[in-house]
């Protein structure tokens, strides 16, 4: 059934007893009870359809009714669901763990299986604590991040996390130390983001110095800033980070849950920007959404801390759940419809068209920043009424017209499926279009 406008997903609800259920966002007007979806559609339990331009959260590129991830994933339940992980491990682990590290720049030759981004996150923060000590520089334990970054929503992770509302749980991990992206210097100083970034790099060498250069083990970093609207950072910034990190020893992490696995149009976004790393987080997308999955890819220089002898690696502790069966299996099969559809090639194709459709439909109310099929739009224009940020009001008008988004402050971000269709993006623009005519009145 299309979406009619004049409803709201809490139709849905009807008398379900949600009491004893602990929401992630308040339940409110727009809060969903899905119940079923193919390709990039979901459907609520009122039968009302959502196109899903966010991926889930990035997470579902393969669309949602993926039938070779999911024979995958059932035919290893049935085979070997779980294995005793103190004991050994399980050939799809060994086998992902080959896959991943292949698709990773060339200098990388380990890969840890993890659940989820935040785990991967914590245990990258570790292993660069780890190599140091092994390297005898054993004070070396801060990890400088960005203000505004997003690294997950366990304690370490959410230290590393840059954002106001994470002191609300009491002090975090120590050592933690945020610093300015070009796009919060460029929007406090009024200059161009070139500008920006060069003031940024400054601050930031001038952190190092403040901190101790012998104290910062690593500098843990998203390429692309998710909570500032996709944030693409200038050309000279990110090799500029690689500069700053060889100069004083520090490692390198980009955190790639977000932009790995070939959303920005390259199997990473290492890979897009030039810039080498010596660990890459990845998660979300790489079980397309059929388990919980994520991995950190590890460079040699820190893999050889982890060698035991015979060939092989170590690094505990794990989680129970990390390297899984089932896991493995959904990630095998995710990445072989990676290399069968050619994903960032597809990508770079569907880009360049959705990049379009977007500025054409934003016009002068925003402007929309982005790279492959990870897209955000910062609205500059005011809206005609104003009872939550506009990124917010933007995001609810889209629900309204039944497409999903993220919003908030003065962004929103899209982030479709790598299966989507140029009909699919099209459709997303004209929805979009309605959601900003309603938010700003009238068409631009
Ligand atoms: C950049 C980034 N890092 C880490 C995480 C945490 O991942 P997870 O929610 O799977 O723990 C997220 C989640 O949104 C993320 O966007």
Request: a negative charge.
């Amino acid at each position: 059934m299309p979406f009619p406008l004049e409803s709201t997903p809490k139709a849905a609800w009807g008398s379900v007893d949600k009491s004893a259920f602990c929401f992630e966002s308040p339940y409110s007007a727009e809060s969903i009870l899905f119940e079923s979806a193919k390709g990039i559609r979901l459907a609520d339990t009122a039968g009302c359809e959502y196109i899903d331009a966010l991926s889930g959260v990035f997470v579902t590129c393969f669309g949602y009714d993926c039938e070779p991830i999911a024979n995958a994933v059932t035919e290893q339940l049935r085979r070997l669901p779980f294995n005793p992980p103190l004991h050994g491990t399980n050939r799809p682990a060994i086998k992902l763990a080959r896959e991943l590290t292949s698709l990773a720049p060339d200098s990388f030759s380990l890969t840890k299986l993890v659940n989820g981004g935040s785990e991967a996150v914590e245990a990258a923060v570790r292993l660069t604590r780890l190599y140091h000590r092994e390297k005898g520089d054993k004070g070396k334990y801060k990890v400088l991040s960005y203000f505004h970054g997003y690294h997950g929503a366990t304690f370490g992770s959410l230290t590393v996390t840059g954002r106001p509302d994470t002191t609300r749980f009491g002090p975090g991990l120590p050592g933690i130390v945020h610093v300015w992206t070009p796009h919060s210097v460029a929007r406090q100083l009024g200059t161009g983001l070139e500008e920006a970034g060069t003031v940024a790099l400054t601050l930031i060498e001038q952190t190092i110095e403040a901190e101790g250069p012998e104290a910062i083990a690593a500098l843990v970093v998203e390429p692309v800033v998710h909570l500032l609207g996709m944030a693409v950072p200038p050309p000279d910034f990110l090799p500029g980070l690689r500069r700053l990190c060889n100069k004083y020893s520090i490692l390198l992490v980009f955190d790639e849950i977000v932009t790995g696995f070939g959303r920005t149009g390259h199997n990473f976004a290492a890979d897009t920007f030039r810039v080498l790393p010596d660990l890459i987080c990845v998660g979300k997308g790489i079980s397309g959404g059929y388990a919980p999955l994520a991995a950190v890819l590890i460079n040699e220089r820190i893999a050889s801390v982890l060698s035991t002898g015979d060939d092989s690696y170590a690094f505990a502790p794990s989680h129970t759940y990390a390297a899984n069966p089932v896991g493995a299996a959904a990630g095998l099969a995710a990445v072989r419809l990676f290399r069968e559809l050619d994903v960032p090639v597809r990508v770079r194709c569907l880009s360049e068209k959705f990049g379009a459709l977007l500025r054409n439909t934003v016009g002068e109310r925003g402007v929309v920043r982005g790279t492959g099929l990870l897209y955000g739009v910062t609205l500059t224009a005011e809206p005609a009424m104003a009872e939550a940020a506009p990124g917010q009001e933007l995001a609810r008008e889209c629900l309204r017209r039944g497409l999903i988004v993220r919003g908030e402050d003065d962004w929103i971000v899209l982030a479709p499926a790598f299966v989507a269709t140029e009909e699919d993006l099209d459709e997303i623009a004209a929805v979009l279009g309605d959601a900003l005519d309603a938010v700003f009145g009238g068409s631009q």
